[in-house]
Structure formats: C-alpha cells, structure tokens
C-alpha cells in the first residue's frame, strides 16, 4: 500500500539531511522529495565552486530544487569567476541570495560576467529576498536596482561608491523589509544619505513602502544622525521595529510610529557597555510613539548575567509597568512583553534565575497577566534576521 504524497513530504520535511540521504537511497518513491528538501538551502564555498559545477552538470534537475543559495567569495576569485557566474545562470527558482563577500571590492575583484549574473537573478520575480555581506566599494547603480526589485533587502558590513549621478524613482518598488546593519566607520551616512529622499532633487522614494526596518543605532552627534533619519523618514508605513543599540549607549529618541506593532531593542551588558542612556524616558514615550504597540521584545547580550550591573541598577521599574500599570489605558492593544537573555556561554541556573527577578523588578505591574514572557540561551540571531 502506498501513502500518500503529502504524507510522504509531511514526515520528510521532519527529518535532518542525513536522515533525508537514507530515505533517498531506500526507495524512488523518496528520492524526489529527499533531494527537494536536502537542495532547497545550499551554501557554495569558494573551494566547492568546481565541486558545484561538476555535481549540476551531472545532476542538472537538482537546480529547480534550490531556493535559498548562499555563495562564499574571496579576494583571490577571478579565476573562478567564469564558473561561479555560469552556476549562477543556471537557477530559474531562486527565492532567496545571498553573498559573502570575504572583503572582495565590487568592480575589480567581482568581474562583469559574475556581475552580470547576479543583475539577472534580480529580474526574477521569484526572488524577494538579497543579503549583501562584506562587500567593498559597493556600486550605487546596483545598490539602486536591488531596491526596486526584492522584498528583503540586508545590508552588512557594506561600503558604497561615490554616487554617480541622481537616482530616478523605479517604475515600480517591492521593498518592503531593510536591514542595515555594521558598515565600515561613517559608511552609515554615506548609504543614508543614497538612500534616503533630498529636499533639493527629486525623491527616490525607494523606502515608502517599508513595513520592517532593523537597524543598529550608531553613535552620532548633531541633526543628521543617520539612524535617526532612516527613523524618521519611516516613520509613516513601519509595523515592525528592530534596533541595535549596541556598545554606543546612544540616547533612544524614537519618533511617532503611527501604526507600529512590534518593535525589538538590543542591548549589550558588560564590559563598559550597557542601556542607552534615557531607555526609562523612552519606554515612558511609548504611549505616545508607539500607540499601536502589540508586543515589545528586549534582547540583553552577554557572556554571563551582570549581576554587578543588575546590583547598581537602583532606577526602579519601567514606567507604564510599575504596580499602577498604566499601559492598560493607554498602550490598549499590548498582548506580549517578551524579555531574553541572549548569552555566548551555556547560561546556568542561577544566571536564568537572577535574569528573572532582574525584569520582574522592571515590570512589577505584569506580574500575573499572562504578557510578560523571559526566557534564557542563544536564539536564532542571525545576521541577516
């Protein structure tokens, strides 16, 4: 008796790849949803460039299968360029892209054919989602074209060009998430200021739409703080949130958020570091920023809980939270306080237990609501989530 198909994927999708190897070597009936699955995410190292080719020459419907591809780049690829870029050609199904760049610089060490091939996976209207990772002297141009033409757009430890000429606004835009995230020291400005609209020419408009923006919050005097003006100017359309404040205990002035439904802070504990500097004002303003707000997630990074820092905390509850609760009036659409303790090392039990009592004495007023949620260890805190 056979079972059915769906029930076949269904207990498949369960399973590790090695696991997934097995069932493709017992049975055909098995082999095409094994090899969908174990294919769907792939990773192409520099070294396994020929090793990739080889495999899709000899296997060419394992392609269709792939639908999130990273590929690992380094300063010495010119002579596998060619092969990358031609792998490259061969994927119609792409979902998501990724690329490590290693350090490579764009226009010298990323050749036209490789180029080339990745401007072609941007006309896909399959793929909604390019992370761009270690990448030198970035070229505007595509920068540009990778705005009007994924959904999700990551930005990590990126450089850009000197722009060259004046961005014109796509006949049509898709981007709806951005991450920007640990440029080189004042390219934050550099990327804003190409991305972001200007009262004197016309405006790009490329972050109208955006409906989720993740971004460290960098340390900057004056009105032009870049973070800021990526806030401000996203004000209008953002549902959800995610800062980064980092080691730079930056004060967190947010602006009105108008229809904003979850925002997420990160901060860092020890060794110097700690809360921004006005995070009591700032939860305070919530009433007023976020008045939509359905849930707030705090994510504390660590290598073990700082009981010295938890110990010289004497400032007292978060306002809205303390005993009189106020956010019950005034933050009415509130359903889930989520509060992690993010550490390198195994955390013990008497780190979780401390971590606990820590944020029951910040939100006093939620004890016994069923909002407030804690938790302890490492989360999937992806560069690119």
């Given amino acids: 008796m056979l079972l059915p198909q769906e029930l076949i994927e269904l207990v498949l999708a369960a399973l590790d790849v090695e696991s997934l190897h097995a069932c493709s070597l017992v049975s ?30 000899t296997a060419p419907h394992l392609l269709r299968y792939v639908r999130d591809l990273e590929i690992e780049l380094q300063v010495t690829l010119s002579e596998q360029n060619p092969v990358l870029a031609s792998i490259l050609s061969s994927f119609h199904h792409l979902e998501c892209l990724t690329i490590s760049g290693g350090g490579v610089e764009w226009d010298y060490e990323v050749t036209l054919p490789l180029q080339s091939a990745v401007h072609d996976l941007l006309a896909s209207p399959d793929l ?52 920007l995230r640990a440029p080189p020291s004042n390219e934050l400005e550099h990327i804003v200021d190409l991305i972001l609209p200007d009262s004197r020419r ?17 340390q900057r005097i004056g009105v032009r703080n870049p973070s800021l003006r990526l806030l401000v100017a996203t004000a209008r359309t953002l ?89 019950r009036e005034r933050l009415l659409y509130l359903w889930r306080v989520h509060c992690h303790w993010w550490s390198t090392k195994l955390c013990s039990v008497q780190d979780r237990a401390d971590f606990s009592v820590y944020i029951h004495g910040k939100f006093p007023g939620l004890w016994g609501t069923g909002i407030l949620q804690i938790s302890a260890g490492r989360d999937q805190d992806d560069r690119f989530d």
């Fill in 128 to 179: 909604h989602t390019l992370n761009l990772s270690d990448i030198r002297n970035m070229s505007c141009s595509f920068i540009f074209l990778a705005l009007s033409s994924v959904k999700r757009f990551a930005l990590h430890s990126i450089s850009v060009q000197e722009q060259d000429g004046e961005p014109h606004r796509p006949a049509s835009l898709r981007i709806e998430q951005f991450i």
């Fill in 239 to 327: 549902r959800h949130l995610q800062l980064r404040c980092g080691v730079f205990q930056m004060a967190l002035d947010l602006p009105l958020f108008s229809v904003l439904k979850v925002i997420e802070l990160r901060f860092y504990l020890g060794r110097g570091a700690g809360f921004p500097t006005n995070l009591r004002t700032a939860v305070a303003a919530f009433l007023t920023t976020t008045p939509t707000l359905e849930v707030l997630r705090l994510t504390i990074h660590g290598v073990g809980f700082d009981r010295e820092h938890a110990g010289n905390d004497h400032s007292g509850p978060f306002p809205l939270f303390d005993d009189a609760c106020a956010y």
């Fill in 28 to 57: 055909l009936v098995f082999l095409a949803p094994s090899q969908a699955l174990i294919f769907r995410s792939l990773v192409i190292h520099y070294a396994d460039i020929p090793k990739a080719q080889s495999l899709f020459a």
């Fill in 202 to 218: 016309r405006p790009p408009g490329y972050l109208d739409n955006l409906s989720l923006l993740s971004l460290g919050m960098h």
